[in-house]
């Protein structure tokens, strides 16, 4: 994961949290997406629930967890 600190936009955040969201979870191998913002200090998960996105956020703290694989990572780690 890369990451790049860039100054939002709220074009941005609607293309972050729609066209991309969408466009990446029409790939059967996504199984999560998540969007920081630094702005806000905040992260939202998104994630493969069954056959639904289900999504998480926005969160300053706490741990996302990632299953599959398997991988806990603290969202405060994410932020910096």
């Excluded at 972050?16 to 029409?26: N, P, R, V, W």
């Excluded at 191998?29 to 939202?44: E, F, G, L, M, N």
Aim: aromatic share 6%; no cysteine.
């Amino acid at each position: 994961m890369s990451r790049r600190p860039r100054h939002r936009h709220a074009s941005f955040e609607h293309s972050d949290t729609s066209a991309k969201l969408i466009g990446y979870f029409k790939l059967s191998s996504v199984q999560h997406y998540v969007v920081i913002d630094p702005q806000t200090r905040a992260v939202t998960h998104h994630r493969r629930a069954g056959g639904a996105v289900a999504s998480a956020g926005p969160l300053s703290s706490g741990t996302l967890q990632f299953d599959p694989p398997g991988l806990n990572v603290e969202v405060a780690d994410l932020l910096g």
